[in-house]
């Protein structure tokens, strides 16, 4: 069931000063303007003010975007964006696998947090249903980016690193 056991993260505390990017893929154009939507909405109602965006070919190209803007940027927080949609062939399973690993990967590596805004699903019908659009059950561009600015504020006093 969709939604069940999602935590309700509110923007915890204000993060006016926070240097956000969200990397976004290209592929699905619709599903990618409702997650990039609902992501800078989400920034905004925190006080994150001129979030970087930058646009990305495929959701494959996600981690070395987020570990590029993370490492070598010094961006405190990035929000990873995309729609991986079932085809016919077991290209999904790689891409799914490869792009969760690394993302988790780069998040450890960097001691960034990174929303982990990738919808992985069986058809469009189901990702254009969690894309924050006007007709859609969830919106998880809005929540990917929420977890990425409570996982700054829950590491901050414990002495996350600082840019």
Known sequence: ?????VPRLE???????LRV??????????????????ALRAL??????????????GTFELPLAAKTLADHRGYEAVVALGAIIRGGTPQFDYVCQSVAQGLTQVSVDTGTPIGFGVLIC????QALDRAGLEKSAEDKGYEAAAAALATVSTLRPVGQRAH
């Not at 069931?1 to 056991?5: A, F, K, L, P």
């Not at 923007?11 to 000063?17: E, K, Q, T």
């Not at 905004?44 to 070919?57: I, K, M, Q």
């Not at 069986?122 to 019908?125: A, K, L, R, V």
């Open 44 to 57: 905004d109602d925190s006080g994150v003010t001129a979030p970087l965006v930058l646009r990305v070919p």
């Open 11 to 17: 923007a915890v505390g204000h993060h006016a000063r």
């Open 21 to 38: 990017a969200v990397a976004a893929a290209l592929w699905h154009p619709q599903v990618m303007d409702g997650l990039l939507s609902g």
């Open 122 to 125: 069986d058809t469009e019908e």
């Open 1 to 5: 069931m969709t939604g069940m056991g």
